[in-house]
C-alpha cells in the first residue's frame, strides 16, 4: 500500500500531503483516516500514547463522538526530506453545546511509501462561544477552496 505524495518533499508536494490530511480528518471516516499510516504507527495525542491502526481507528471513533461539529484547518510549518510540521486549529463542541477552539503543532515522519509512521501533536484548548466561531462551512467535509488557510494570529 502507499500513498502519494511520496517523500522526499518538495514545498508544492509538503503543502498537498497536508491538505490531504486536513480534508481526510474533516470528512471524519476514521477508518479512511487510518489508511494513511502505517499499520505500525505510533501517534502521542496530548498525553495518550498510540500504536497501530485498529488503535488510531479506535482513538478517532471515540474522539469524533465526543467532539461535535469538528471543523479543522492544517497549516504546512515546515518540512524537510520525510518529515513534516503543521500547525493547526479546530472547533468542536461538547455535548451540552459549549463550544472550544482547540489548536497545536504535529510532527509527522513518513516511509518511503508515503505513509505516516510517526505522529506527534501537542494540543491546547479554549473555551469559546457560538458567536466566536470561525469555520462555518458545512461539516462533515472538506474546507471549502474559498475559506482561507489560518491566520497568522494566535486565536
Do not use: C
Not at 25 to 33: A, L, T, Y
Not at 48 to 63: D, M, P, S
Request: charged letters at 30%; hydrophobic letters at 40%; glycine letters at 4%.
Amino acid at each position: 500500500m502507499s500513498r502519494p505524495p511520496f517523500p522526499p518533499f518538495t514545498e508544492a508536494t509538503a503543502r498537498q500531503k497536508v491538505r490531504m490530511a486536513e480534508d481526510a480528518w474533516n470528512d471524519r471516516d476514521p477508518e479512511r483516516v487510518a489508511l494513511a499510516y502505517t499499520e505500525d504507527s505510533q501517534w502521542r495525542n496530548r498525553g495518550e500514547f498510540i500504536q497501530g491502526r485498529a488503535a488510531i481507528v479506535a482513538f478517532l471513533t471515540r474522539k469524533w463522538a465526543t467532539e461535535l461539529d469538528y471543523r479543522l484547518i492544517k497549516d504546512l510549518h515546515a518540512f524537510t526530506d520525510a518529515h513534516i510540521a503543521v500547525r493547526f486549529r479546530y472547533e468542536w463542541r461538547d455535548a451540552a453545546g459549549q463550544w472550544r477552539r482547540s489548536f497545536g503543532n504535529e510532527n509527522w515522519e513518513f516511509d518511503g511509501a508515503g505513509l505516516m509512521r510517526r505522529r506527534e501533536a501537542s494540543i491546547n484548548d479554549v473555551l469559546i462561544n457560538a458567536a466566536e466561531r470561525q469555520f462555518l462551512w458545512p461539516a462533515p467535509g472538506p474546507r471549502p477552496a474559498d475559506i482561507p488557510d489560518l491566520p497568522r494570529t494566535p486565536f
